[in-house]
């Protein structure tokens, strides 16, 4: 079965820095990489979606890359905020299934 | 507003006690899912639908049971609550094809049985 890894350890950087996350899978590559925002005790939501054919989506100061070969994805925040703050979590699912594999997710904490 | 609704949002129960918690979705998905989240162990599917009148086992569906009568709602039922099924819950939809895929979670639901 597919497994993710996301680091555990929470990341803490300076406002104004880029945030960078990974995630890591085993097995096969899945169709679909998605990217999660989850604030405390609220519902994760969607913030960025990468194919198996795509090599980098970016959206305003979020930026995502999928390398199939080292079977990683990279999320990036530029310009962080304390905003920002949150656990981000990685999905993935091998098309077709519908049963997407989350991973737990990392928190970021950005300092003012 | 777009929306996935969830009730109750905190729930404190009783071991064997039955229980229903309902989930509503006003975008016309027509996929559907639950899922438990518990620390150090992420969100893990418990089951999904893909239309009215068809639902699947995801990976931890053991101890629960849904139903999909209508396109919008989509009940979580636990029918003999155990300690083990204290957890938070969530309710989504799925929009696929046409280039998107994309999760619209509910707020979640706190559940603790006792």
């Known amino acids: 079965s597919q497994k993710i890894e996301q680091n555990s350890e929470a990341l803490n950087i300076q406002e104004g820095k880029t945030a960078t996350l990974t995630c890591n899978y085993t097995n096969y590559s899945p169709a679909y990489l998605q990217w999660y925002r989850q604030d405390p005790g609220r519902g994760p939501v969607f913030l960025l979606l990468?194919?198996?054919?795509?090599k980098e989506k970016r959206k305003e100061r979020l930026k995502v890359t999928f390398d199939t070969t080292l079977k990683q994805s990279l999320f990036h925040i530029t310009a962080s905020q304390p905003a920002d703050s949150a656990t981000y979590l990685c999905?993935?699912?091998?098309?077709?299934?519908?049963?997407?594999?989350f991973g737990r997710g990392t928190s970021l904490i950005v300092h003012p | 507003e777009a929306q996935v609704t969830q009730n109750p949002r905190y729930l404190i129960t009783v071991t064997g006690k039955k229980l229903t918690v309902t989930c509503s979705q006003n975008m016309n998905h027509e996929y559907m899912s639950w899922y438990r989240q518990d620390p150090g162990l992420g969100l893990r599917q418990i089951y999904y639908?893909?239309?009215?009148?068809?639902?699947d086992k995801g990976d931890v569906p053991e101890g629960y049971k849904v139903s999909r009568k209508e396109k919008r709602n989509f009940p979580l039922i636990l029918e003999s609550p155990s300690p083990n099924q204290t957890s938070l819950y969530f309710c989504?939809?799925?929009?696929?094809?046409?280039?998107?895929?994309?999760?619209?979670f509910g707020p979640g639901t706190r559940l603790t049985v006792l």
């Open positions: 999905a993935l699912d091998p098309g077709g299934s519908y049963i997407p594999t």
């Open positions: 989504a939809t799925l929009i696929i094809g046409q280039g998107a895929y994309e999760q619209f």
């Open positions: 990468i194919r198996e054919n795509e």
């Open positions: 639908s893909m239309n009215v009148e068809v639902t």
